[in-house]
């Protein structure tokens, strides 16, 4: 495959789902809205903890879809459908052991329901229901479309895509409209959920079938298998303890949440955490085509073109977050009070804790992004105890201090494991060089950013008295306002401080 019939592809993916991506998100804030609306924080905040409960109840699958995924690069390019068959084999097997491993950690948990559930107000039922459509539209990805793993291989993200988004916005509004116009409207969107989930895994299975109707039983047994491709599980068994760590952190916080404050607190979080993971997909959306790039030049070896390349990526990554950060922090208060109510906002050192939660997971890209491309798994130590951390800072802070102390104590665990000990490793294990040189970038890239947002706050706060809470256009005039500003102190900064954005507008000049 050559490099321009995989930046096409890159391309063409990255497009239809930012297309629909933009769309999701947009019916998801006006049905998060109607959810409150008409259910209330408490069944929001369940429906909440029991996707958070499910995802650690998956935990098992983490790692198998990236190495299947991997293992399946070269006999694809080579058309080699007999090893294409025995690894799809092997990954269903895998998958289906896993989904009964969570079938069983499902019903263990559901006898302790009554105990985990004590503070809730609402019926039992609410939670046995709630998690058991939840649990049984996890399932069919297992069972069903385990498939789907050769269409994200063989760059075909955009099948996956428009065979099933299509079905879960068209979900979206049934459940908005579901909501606001029928009685006993959360059985309506228990059944709405479980319906579309089914049809959208029958539309992707048959666009799979469709595409690769090769796809087939290989007819080896699992013993069989598991010799052959005895490195393929040797790297989900490396995979899913280094995807651990950044599970627990995406994941365990809401539950800290419910255990020490309420239900009604996790539906607050959920609001902003809407906003956060709406910022973290768009960035995934804009960076995540970079990976094969940066493995094709690290295995070229020109250690001097690699460094280059690591400076000019972490400057323009500091650059597009620093911009995100500084409109989250000086407009989402305004959106969520537009949005939901001033009732739902939280104070102004919670938010800063969030948005410095955000900044750490999405400047941390550079770092990962060579570490994968070195193929340094060797630190297995590490993802066990960033999700130790986590979950004894957080559980301890959070007592002392309750949501902050919980918001901290990820914010310490990110620090010294992904801020200090991945730029070492790769540094040292890598690059071959002083971890100091990356620190010196780092600092200087943060002091190009901050300085800049200190000064157009200062000058927005003095200049403009749009108040962006009286309204959705305020809020819009404010924001673009705000950030113009921001990015007009921003570039001079960078170009004048940071070798890697001289060499990105370098880059730039030429290809125009």
Known sequence: MNTQSRTRKSLHNSIVAMGFFIIQLLLQFVSRKVFLDHLGTEVLGLNTTLSNILQFLNLAELGIGAAVGFSLYKPLAENNRSHINEIVTLHGMLYRRIAMIIIAGAIVLMCFFPLIFKKMELPMWYAYGSFGVLLISALIG????????????????????????????????????????????????????????????????????????????????????????????????????????SFVMSQFSTIVIYAYISLSAVALYGNYMLVIVGINRLCNAVFNSMGAGVGNLVAEGNNERIRAVFNELLSVRFAVVSIIIYGLLTSVQPLICLWVGPEYLFGTLTVALIAANLFINLTRNTVDLYV??????????????????????????????????????????????????????????????????????????????????????????????????????????YTIVNVTAYILFLIPSMLAFNTGMRLFAKRLRNKL
């Open 142 to 245: 297992y069972f069903v479309n385990f498939r789907q793993i050769v269409l994200s291989s063989a760059q075909m993200d955009y099948k996956i895509q428009t065979a099933t988004n299509p079905w879960m916005l068209l979900k979206l509004v049934a459940q908005i409209l579901a909501l606001s116009y029928f009685d006993h409207s959360y059985e309506w969107w228990l059944a709405l959920e479980f319906a579309f989930s089914i049809i959208a895994a029958i539309s992707l299975h048959r666009v799979t079938r469709r595409t690769f109707p090769f796809l087939r039983s290989s007819g080896h047994t699992y013993s069989e298998l598991k010799v052959k491709y005895k490195v393929l599980l040797q790297k989900v068994r490396q995979l899913f303890v280094h995807r651990i760590g």
């Open 372 to 477: 994968n491309a070195y193929g340094l798994f060797g630190d297995i130590w590490a993802p066990v105890a960033e999700a130790s951390l986590n979950i004894g800072l957080s559980v301890l802070l959070g007592w002392l201090f309750g949501l902050n102390g919980i918001l901290a104590g990820v914010i310490i665990s990110l620090v010294a494991v992904i801020g200090i000990w991945k730029p070492y490793y790769l540094f040292s294990r890598g690059m071959r060089l002083s971890v100091w040189v990356y620190w010196k970038e780092w600092f200087r890239n943060l002091l190009s950013v901050a300085v800049p947002a200190v000064a157009a706050y200062l000058l927005i706060r003095h200049t403009l008295t749009l108040d962006p809470a009286e309204g959705w256009f305020e809020l819009i005039v």
